[in-house]
């Protein structure tokens, strides 16, 4: 009789211990981090697995920079860059997917958006020591940027750019496309809980667990353009991204001007109008373009382009200092009043 209460106590104290164990298991995210493209990228995971899934989710944005990178002699992107004018290049279904929805993009804005903008961002510097180009070699570059001339063959699986000088640079979309494959890895896996932040691109997967069955939004703040430890707004996501581009996360000064990393291929020249446009939707690769997009239409054109695309909501913030809040998101915004 003593046996079987004892037992019977062990029993308890052991579900107990795994319900504990469970518990704190939900509560302590793992937490991984890398540089990799270009950016400081940071993977949170809640519950069972997390260790290997938040491995395995930095493991694919390692996998696809690889490829993407256009500076990399080795990866997939640079051989079609070193191919441009002479003939097309076989490539991984990932490379082209995302070159395929990147031109799909540049046709939708006109080519506000355009992945072959890499001779301009040479031509500023970007790639190495920036400065500002001679008109000439601006006119030159522009010239060569052109995403009609991307050739896209799905049957033989390769890319091709018809013009010598040519080149594909996909930093205004690979990163959200990178996101929401590391986010597949984690649904995979059976992960419920995550939040991955890969720079300006933030994506929460389910709701933040708070312990005993309670849970909330994730909440991401948008950066002050001018002020990077302070915040402007906060914004509540569950199952969604939040992707910002913003005129201070590359530039330099020259004579007293401020010259940024994202360029109006109209002109030549660094978009003028806004200094940070946030984009929060389901798709990290759609939100990432669009910014971008906003970014160089500008404000109003920006967020009337917005609105045609369903399910995308924006926070543009204007050279002046003005907030505007566009699509579903004004529910989910709060403004941050600076102290
Ligand atoms: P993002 O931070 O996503 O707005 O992307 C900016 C990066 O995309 C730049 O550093 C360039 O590599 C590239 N880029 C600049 N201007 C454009 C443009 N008009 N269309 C597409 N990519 C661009
Ligand atoms: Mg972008």
Same mark, same amino acid.
């Given at each position: ?10 029993? @308890? ?11 704190? %298991? ?12 270009? !950016? ?89 020591? /920036?400065? @500002? ?15 009609? +001339? ?20 996909? %930093? *205004? ?5 990178? !996101?929401?494959?590391? @986010? ?6 059976? @992960? ?13 997967? %389910? ?20 002020? +990077? +430890? ?11 991204? *939040? ?26 020249? /660094? *978009? ?6 946030? =984009? ?10 669009? +910014?971008?997009?906003?970014? =160089? ?22 050279? %002046? ?19």
């Amino acid at each position: 009789m003593r046996r079987v209460r004892l037992v019977g106590v062990l029993c @308890v104290a052991v579900a107990a211990a795994l319900a504990l164990r469970g518990y704190l %298991g939900t509560m302590q995210p793992v937490e991984r981090s890398d540089i990799l493209m270009d !950016t400081f990228i940071r993977v949170r995971v809640y519950g069972r697995g997390a260790d290997a899934a938040a491995q395995a989710a930095l493991d694919e944005f390692r996998h696809l920079e690889r490829l993407l990178n256009p500076y990399d002699e080795g990866s997939e992107l640079a051989a079609i860059n070193r191919s441009a004018g002479k003939g097309p290049v076989k490539v991984s279904p990932e490379t082209f997917e995302v070159i395929e929805q990147a031109v799909r993009f540049a046709e939708s804005s006109g080519g506000a958006f355009d992945p072959t903008v890499l001779p301009l961002v040479k031509a500023w510097g970007f790639s190495g020591t /920036p400065r @500002v180009p001679a008109r000439e070699e601006l006119a030159t570059a522009r010239a060569l940027v052109d995403y009609r +001339s991307v050739a896209l063959d799905k049957a033989s699986m390769t890319v091709g750019l018809l013009r010598n000088g040519m080149g594909l640079d996909l %930093g *205004a979309i690979a990163k959200g496309y990178a !996101t929401d494959r590391a @986010v597949a890895v984690l649904r995979a896996r059976g @992960v419920k809980s995550a939040l991955i932040d890969a720079g300006g691109n933030v994506f929460a997967l %389910g709701r933040k667990p708070l312990g005993f069955r309670r849970s909330s939004e994730w909440v991401v703040g948008i950066q002050h353009p001018r002020q +990077s +430890s302070e915040y402007l707004a906060r914004i509540r996501l569950e199952n969604e991204t *939040a992707v910002t581009s913003g005129d201070y996360q590359r530039y330099f000064e020259a004579d007293g001007v401020r010259y940024h990393h994202i360029i109006d291929p109209r002109t030549g020249y /660094p *978009a003028r109008g806004l200094t940070s446009v946030t =984009v929060v939707g389901a798709s990290s690769t759609a939100a990432d373009a669009l +910014s971008t997009t906003v970014f =160089v239409l500008g404000e109003r054109p920006g967020a009337e382009f917005l609105g045609r695309m369903a399910g995308f909501g924006a926070v543009l913030v204007t050279e %002046g200092g003005g907030i505007t809040v566009t699509g579903n998101l004004e529910s989910k915004t709060e403004a941050i009043t600076p102290p």
